[in-house]
Structures are given as C-alpha cells and as structure tokens.
C-alpha cells in the first residue's frame, strides 16, 4: 500500500469506527461507493479491529520483563572481576546486583556488589562514592558491615565486603515472631552502630529492615553505610535556610525506593544529619514491636503525608506493659529532629535501661491487634508542609496533566509581544488578544484540550468574559482568595487522597474550591473546603452526605471525588479532556455526552470544551447557561492573572505592582484578582513552570 | 502562528548535565547521541524489570510509565527536569526496550532454525529459551516487521505503537511525546491495531 492509499482507507476506516460495530459494513458500502478496492480493504482492517481484542494493548514488559532479566549477570557466573569470582547471585539492591563472590588471593567469600553502568560514567559521582565508600570502610565496629574494597575492574565498579550467611529483618519479620527479647537485642545493636558512625560523622540515610542482616549467631550486621546519600540526586544548594527549593521537593516527591522509613525531613528533602537515621531506626522499632508500619498511606504520597501530618497509632500493649519502651518509640518518631533523642548514644542507654526494666517484667504478648486509622497530627500546618503537599499533589498528577504549551514564537509575532512587566490592564487590545490566546492555549493543553483552531471570533469572546471577570470581581465584595488560600493546607491533602483514589485528577478537585461561591458560611467558619463541589442537597445525600455536613471537608471532600469519578465514566472517551469533565460537572455527564454524539454525527468535531464552545449558538440553553457560566468562571480567572511572574510569595511586592499601576477599579480589586489569580496558578502549574510558561520574552 | 518552539538549549546548558545534552542531540537526530545514551537507559530499564518482576510476585501491579519516570530522575539527577527531555527520554526507552526485545526474540529464532547456533553460546541459547516462548518470539519479530512496514506508509502511527507498546506510555503521554492531542494518539492507535493486526495474522 502506498501512503496516499493508506491516507484514503484511513479516512473510511476512522469514520468506520467511530460508529458502532453492527453499522461499520452498512457504512463502508456507502461510503466506498463501488470501490471495491476500497470496501475490501477497509472491511478487512474493520474485521482485523474487531477480531484484534486485547492484541498489543498490554505494554510488552508486563509478559517479557523476564528477558530484560535474563541478560542480568547470568553470564557473570563463573566470570571474575578483579581478584573476585562470583559463585552465585544474592540479589538486587538498590545500589545494583549483589554476588557471591571469592576472592582467590585469601581464599574468603566476600559479597560482590558491582554499581550500575549509568554509575561509573559520572566521575564527579564516582569520586565522592569513592570517597565516602572509604570513609565508611574506617568504620571498625562488630555491627557495620566490613568493606573490604572499593574498586574497579575493566570498568565495572564494585564494592566487596564481608560476607555475611544471615537473614534481613524484612526476611525475620516476614517469617518469624520476634520475641521482646529478641527485638531488644537487635535494636541495641543497631543503635550501638549507629552510635559508633555518627561518631564518626558517617549518617546513613536508609535505615530500614532491607539494610539490617542478622547472623545465625545472632550478631546483626547495618549494611551499605554510607552508600544511600551517593545514590540521591545532588543536593542543590539551598537558596535559604528555612525555605528549601521547590526543585529538590520535586524531586523528593518522586523519590525512588520505599517512602516509609524517610523522616520528616528526607520527605522535605531539608538537610539531614544523623538524626534521620534516628527516626528510621524509630520506624523499624515500631514496626517489629506492633508487625506494622507506623506511617503507611494507600500510595506513596499518602505516606509521605502521614509521615509529615500524623502521629502513629499507639503501641497499646507495649505502652500498657513496657511504658519506657513505647515513650524511646516514641521520642525517635518525632516529627522535629530537636525533639527527638539527640544522639544514637543517649538512645542507646535508655535502649539498654529499658531491656533492664523488660528483663524483670514477665513476658507478654507485644503485638496489638491492627488499629483504626492513624490520628491526625496537629491541625496547624507549616507552610513548608503545604508546599510539599501540594508538590506532591502535582508531581503526581502531573504526567497525567501537565502538558507543555506551544508558545509563540517571538520572532513571527513582533507586535504581539507583552514586555514581562507589563500588566493585562496596560496592553493594548492586540496585546491582550494575543495574551490571552497564550493563557488558553496553555489552560487548555493543561486541562487536556487542544484546539486545533481556535478562531478569532473564539478569543473575542473569551476576551469579552475576560475584561467582563476583571471589571466586576473587584467590587463584588468576594471573601478574598488570599482566605481561602490560607486554608488550603486542610483540604490539599484530604482532596489529594480522595480525588486520587478514585483516579479523579487531583487539580480539579483543587479548582473546585476556588471557584465556588454559593457555601461562604462554611468558609467563614474556617472549616475549609466548603465549596468541594456545588452540588444539590438531594445529589450530595445520595452520595452520603448529609445538608448538616455540608461544610464538613472530611465528608465533602470523598463524596465529591466519587461524584466526579462518577462523571467521568459516563463521559467515557470524552473525559480525555478536563474541560469537559468540569463542564459535566456543571451541567451533567449525560448532556456532555449527547451534545457531542450530535457534533460527531454533523462532521466536525472534537471531543473537547471549544467544539461545544464553538456550536455555542446551536446549543439548547443548557449551554449558553452553563457554558457561558464556565468561561468566565474557569477560562477567564486563569487567563486573567495580571503578571504570572509575580505570583509567587511573597505578596507586598504584588501590591506594590497594583499600586503603580492604573487600573480599572479600586485598588482592592487589582490586589484580589491577583491573588485569585495566584491561588489558581499555584494549584495548577508547579513551580518553575509558572514563569517559564507564561513568560513572553523577546530573546 | 501558534507554532511550538522549537528546543534551542544554549550550550552552556549541554555542560551542565550530559544526559540533557544526549536527549537534545538525539532529538536533533544525532545517532551517537543514541549510542551513548542506550547503555545508560539499557541500565536502567533493566531496574525496571527488575522491580516488575517483583512487584509481580508481591502480587502488586506496576506501572510501566511510572518506573519510566523514575528511571529518568535517576539519571537526570539533581538537574531541574525539563519535560521535553523527559518525553525524549521516553522515546529513547521505548526504542531501546523494542531493541532489547527484538534482539531476544531473534536469539530465540536462532535456537529454533539450529543453523546460527554457533553463533550464540549454548548456556545463553537455554537462558532464552526459559525466559521467551516460541511463539512469543515469532509474535515479537511479526509485529517487529509490521511496524517497519507501517513506519513506510504513515510514520507517525508506528511510533505511536513504539511508545505504547514498547515504552509502556499512556495515551497521555504518548501525545506529549509527540506532540499531538490524546485524541489524535487514541485515533492513530486504533487504525494501527487493526493495521499491524491484519499485517501479523495474514502474514502467519
């Protein structure tokens, strides 16, 4: 087939399949019209389509994964690297495989552990793996596991080091009970370790049951020292002291590898010192005291924000019979390292004094039964908290959502350009025509729409609810955003575990709040959350909410998640964009539905807002209502934002812009869009993106 | 008008971060730029199997992409992660993973036919062998061709099939890669499942 053929059976093939399956063969014999040529190729394609089920639609890793294995050192059996040959494979680490290994010069099994290839071709890494690795090869204690040797063999890197025939605690906890006793003798063990390398000024990161082997004879052993700080990504260096970089958080909102033995402060990605490995050690504890995890979320965000925000369930048993137990659990699971214990040594001696008091006491069952939910933390929460939540919120629906805009090119467009600073209100009408068109194109690539031509008469009208937005938000009396957005730390992580649960994208259940108006009482009572979602007091009692509860955020916020996951299976396909999602949300799933089979049936269509947008006129009223509702209350609020590169913290110096500058109404109303504005931009773009994208420059 | 912008990196930004400056060469389609950065990716999808398989046995299902993602932090390290290098990124994963696969499913063929036997050892002949059926192999390398034959009448579709079936992207974040809307990537994927599907089982 030749491309123009294939361009010409495309086109009937499509149409064919946009319609359903029994009315395919009746079409293509019309749309074929005697091309016999034609109708036998379309109609085998058709009946290949139909025949094809669930052919290539599951990723080739999920049935051939074993073949990626297969290459993974089963030729390095017998082979030799340096003095070492590897007898047998032990396993996979985070830091690359483990072998067994013999070193032929002294006749001792050692274990090999050779570093990822992407590992050796960064020589600024290498170096500092090198140097740490060494450090951490002088640390001479019975319970750090010895490194022989760091180095390196026709280019494959590697760490040799003792070998040790003994069972991690993941692997203990996994199939054995450990007695008190038992639990007591490794936990002083691994504080004796860590006494001895913080001593040292050696912290290790990434305590966890994985990284603590304990012998047949009973000697526990902490391994790979010094090694989880070299498998971070670099730390930037921090801009200030008490706000860390939003590039780090990024990053530490996709951190690799288990979340639940990270601190406070690893989950921040603030500097750590040893008092991380004070808490990680902490989590171990309580988790082979109570065969637990003391932070656990359904998803790695949702531990991370039980981690931040949540104080464990207690250790009933061990609280009730082993009171200086539980309080040294306790003590390392604080959320500020200053209130934890200062040093592993001072955690040590009460280890010690409590195995003491355990030795008199008869032995009891440890173990509590599995207790309800984790206890919310104090209400109040820091600022840096929030900005994690939220980094976390959007790191995760990021892939889902974020797409980059296309941006104008400077050079074709020389009279449309904004200058940075200036303001919507001192453009001229080009200026902002050409704004705005910028705005949206980035608002709709963002909420999943892509208008392939949005015309003229499309950005008029936008333009229209636009100044309309701007002209009346001001004297409207609105409760200022800059309220709601202080309240925003109670509900972002209730709408990111909700919304996120039930697959529904996490940024519309943080622009639902935002838009909303009709449940101020709520807002006034600073309960937060008020307005998750707008819907009728018959509609919110059949998802299980109450008109009592209507201001309840815990309530509101799953019902509401699950009333929008609700909505987008009806859309189906549609609900691709979120415009439309939003819209049905507004104005029902079912009419959304309908509304674009009608379109799809009359030609030209697309299955997002600006198709719908576009037949406004066409459109029963239910549209010109709630569409025209929508434009201005989602489009216009976004592509309003006087100078996106301003919104970012802190705020005087956005008012002192509004101030030097003549705008339409008082001078409240500049200083309100704004931080309308910024609640919306913070909660929709992440971090660099905000000035990257919505920069209009001239180079 | 709205034309997106073409990537220009500034040179000083190639400096800071190789594998920024392997992901801009390789989409400027620069073939040793791909040399260089499949062994890294090689590395690291390797991981990602790794932690599939055992996800798998812990009865937990994994997303591909998601690996994919981290895969790119990782090697991206602390540099701010710029999305286009992460979409070019995909796109090198999934043609590394159809080459990986490929590859194996052609070692396989090897054992099957008898004549190059010789030309692989005999240990790694049975390892193949117990990871990859037969008619595993044969599906791989007919789809393999199927896609080349695709690629010849309407390129975009066949790298469509590329990331999706290969580098495990959604529908998402196929578009993103290439830079077309999701619908357009849903269209395509649907023609070009009835195309290969035709292609493969007639061929047989």
């Known amino acids: ?699 | 008008m709205l034309e997106s912008r073409a990537m220009t990196t500034p040179a000083d930004d190639l400096a800071a971060n190789d594998l920024t400056g392997l992901l801009v060469d390789w989409a400027r389609g620069d073939k040793a730029a791909l040399e260089q950065l499949t062994p890294l990716v090689y590395d690291e999808i390797r991981r990602i199997a790794h932690r599939y398989v055992q996800r798998e046995r812990e009865g937990q299902t994994l997303e591909t992409t998601a690996l994919v993602n981290e895969a790119y932090l990782r090697l991206a390290g602390s540099q701010r992660v710029e999305w286009q290098n992460r979409a070019h990124f995909f796109a090198v994963t999934a043609q590394v993973m159809r080459h990986i696969l490929i590859d194996h499913a052609r070692r396989r063929q090897y054992v099957k036919h008898g004549g190059e036997v010789q030309r692989v050892s005999f240990d790694a002949a049975t390892r193949d062998a117990a990871v990859m059926s037969q008619p595993r192999a044969a599906e791989l390398l007919a789809l393999d061709e199927a896609l080349n034959e695709l690629a010849k009448i309407d390129p975009r579709k066949s790298r469509v099939v590329e990331l999706r079936y290969f580098g495990g992207l959604s529908i998402e974040e196929t578009a993103e890669v290439l830079e077309i809307s999701a619908m357009t990537v849903r269209r395509d994927w649907r023609a070009a499942k009835a195309w290969l599907y035709k292609k493969v089982t007639s061929d047989e």
Request: net charge negative; aromatic share 8%.
């Open chain 1, 1 to 699: 087939m030749t491309r123009e053929q294939w361009v010409k059976v495309e086109a009937v093939l499509q149409a064919a399949l946009d319609r359903p399956a029994g009315e395919r063969v009746s079409f293509l014999s019309e749309a074929c019209g005697g091309d016999e040529l034609l109708f036998k190729e379309t109609n085998s394609l058709i009946e290949a389509y139909e025949r094809a089920s669930d052919f290539i639609e599951q990723p080739a890793i999920t049935r051939d994964a074993r073949v990626l294995l297969a290459d993974d050192g089963g030729d390095k059996l017998g082979s030799r690297i340096g003095p070492y040959e590897i007898l047998s494979r032990l396993g996979v680490g985070g830091m690359g495989e483990v072998y067994l290994a013999e070193d032929a010069r002294l006749d001792r099994r050692v274990a090999l552990k050779l570093l990822p290839a992407y590992f050796a071709s960064d020589d600024a890494r290498l170096r500092r793996f090198q140097r740490e690795a060494r450090a951490a090869s002088a640390l001479n204690h019975p319970n750090i596991l010895t490194i022989h040797e760091v180095g390196e063999s026709e280019g494959v890197y590697f760490i040799a080091t003792e070998f040790i025939d003994g069972a991690t605690i993941r692997e203990l906890l996994r199939n054995h009970d450990l007695s008190l006793d038992e639990i007591l003798d490794i936990a002083e063990q691994v504080a004796s370790a860590l006494a001895a390398a913080h001593a040292a000024g050696i912290v290790h990161r990434d305590i966890k049951p994985e990284n603590i082997m304990r012998r047949g004879d009973g000697l526990v052993k902490i391994l790979d020292f010094g090694i989880a700080k070299l498998m971070e990504p670099d730390q930037l260096e921090p801009s200030d002291d008490t706000q860390p970089s939003r590039a780090t958080h990024t990053e530490s909102g996709l951190v690799m590898g288990t979340v639940n033995y990270m601190s406070p402060e690893q989950a921040r990605a603030l500097p750590v010192d040893e008092r991380t490995d004070i808490w990680s050690f902490g989590v171990v504890l309580y988790e082979m005291l109570g065969r637990r995890l003391p932070f656990k979320g359904e998803t790695r965000m949702d531990t991370l924000v039980a981690i931040l925000e949540r104080e464990p369930a207690p250790l009933t048993n061990v609280a009730n019979n082993y009171p200086q137990l539980a309080q040294i659990v306790e003590t390392c699971l604080r959320k500020s390292a200053a209130d934890r214990f200062a040093s592993a040594s001072d955690l040590l001696v009460e280890l010690k004094q409590s195995k003491q008091q355990s030795a008199v006491l008869p032995s009891i069952a440890i173990h509590d039964k599995v207790e309800a939910q984790a206890l919310p933390a104090s209400r109040r929460f820091a600022w840096a908290s929030l900005s994690v939540a939220l980094i976390l919120v959007l790191g995760t629906a990021a892939v889902m959502l974020y797409r980059r805009p296309a941006r104008q090119s400077a050079l074709d467009q020389p009279n449309a350009i904004a200058p940075v600073e200036k303001l919507y209100s001192q453009m001229d009408e080009a200026e902002q025509l050409a704004f705005i068109r910028d705005q949206e194109q980035h608002i709709s690539s963002m909420m999943g729409d892509r208008p392939a031509k949005l015309n003229s008469e499309a950005l008029q009208a936008i333009k229209k609810y636009v100044d309309q937005y701007a002209s009346q938000r001001g004297v409207n009396g609105e409760e200022t955003l800059a309220e709601v957005y202080a309240r925003a730390p109670q509900y972002v992580p209730l709408i990111a575990r909700s919304f996120g649960a039930r697959r529904v994208p996490v940024i519309i259940g943080i622009y639902l709040p935002v838009i909303e108006s009709a449940y101020r009482p709520c807002f006034e009572n600073s309960i937060g959350a008020k307005g998750l979602f707008q819907f009728l007091p018959q509609t919110a009692r059949r998802y299980g909410v109450s008109p009592e509860e209507m201001c309840d955020a815990e309530k509101m916020t799953p019902a509401a998640a699950h009333y929008m996951a609700d909505h987008m299976a009806e859309l189906g396909d549609d609900a691709e964009s979120m415009t439309l999602v939003l819209l049905s949300y507004n104005t029902g799933a079912t009419w959304v539905r309908t509304t674009l089979r009608e379109l799809r049936d009359a030609g030209d269509y697309q299955r997002n807002f600006w198709t719908l947008f576009a037949h406004r006129e066409e459109l029963g009223s239910n549209f010109r209502q709630e569409g025209a509702a929508y434009v201005p209350n989602f489009f216009a609020a976004a592509i309003i934002g006087e100078n996106p590169q301003n919104f970012g913290l802190p705020l005087p110096a956005l008012s002192t812009l509004t101030d030097a500058t003549p705008s339409p109404g008082p001078d409240q109303s500049g200083r309100r869009l704004a931080t309308r504005q910024k609640v919306l931009f913070i909660f929709l773009n992440s971090q660099d993106d905000l000035t990257g994208d919505f920069r209009h420059d001239n180079s």
